[in-house]
T-cell receptor, first 114, second 111 residues
């Protein structure tokens, strides 16, 4: 069974601070994919990143970075120098290889205070 | 532009009145799915389709039907909507690297 836990329900930080969103996952499979999606106030779901279980390299994209650690089953997301436009709900998600279901965490609502 | 479209975007209806939410994608993806999003529960899969004429239940299929007669379309049907189906619905299609691309969402209210 797949499970994704985002323990932080809501986070508020002042603009320009760094913030890390936690994601812990459970799966019995050795091959799987992890994702982060952003849902801004307008409601759409925006794909941010995909990571497969064989690639533990951290990834950086501008102010965004992701830390994947299989040893702790975590796939954390850090926003550096946060901006008001980063305010959104962020979802972590997991799918096993060959499994047609994408399992989402319950999301973290991030509010950036100007 | 590559996209997933849904219609309508907003719908208010009454209990028992059949409705259909349409979904279409222009990326030639074989896999499509439907999710509902509820506060505190995240997104949960309703149905998915691996290809034309192939559909299967997700986690919360009760009260919903789907059909996949063409690759690009995957409508969600509520034969007899009830208030507990009030939710935000997303259609998605899956790309070559397992990422799912979502439509803009349909906010449904059943009175």
């Amino acid at each position: 069974a797949q499970k994704v836990t985002q323990a932080q329900t809501e986070i508020s930080v002042v603009e320009k601070e760094d913030v890390t969103l936690d994601c812990v996952y459970e799966t019995r499979d050795t091959t799987y994919y992890l994702f982060w999606y952003k849902q801004p106030p307008s409601g759409e779901l925006v794909f941010l990143i995909r990571r497969n279980s064989f690639d533990e390299q951290n990834e950086i994209s501008g102010r965004y970075s992701w830390n994947f650690q299989k040893s702790t089953s975590s796939f954390n997301f850090t926003i550096t120098a946060s901006q008001v436009v980063d305010s959104a709900v962020y979802f972590c998600a997991l799918t096993d290889f060959g499994n047609e279901k994408l399992t989402f965490g319950t999301g973290t609502r991030l509010t950036i205070i100007p | 532009e590559a996209q997933v479209t849904q219609n309508p975007r907003y719908l208010i209806t009454v209990t028992g009145k059949k409705l259909t939410v349409t979904c279409s994608q222009n990326m030639n993806h074989e896999y499509m799915s439907w999710y509902r999003q509820d506060p505190g529960l995240g997104l949960r899969q309703i149905y998915y389709s691996m290809n034309v004429e192939v559909t299967d239940k997700g986690d919360v299929p009760e009260g919903y039907k789907v059909s996949r007669k063409e690759k690009r379309n995957f409508p969600l049907i509520l034969e007899s909507p009830s208030p507990n189906q009030t939710s935000l619905y997303f259609c998605a299609s899956k790309g070559d690297y397992n990422e799912q691309f979502f439509g803009p969402g349909t906010r449904l209210t059943v009175l």
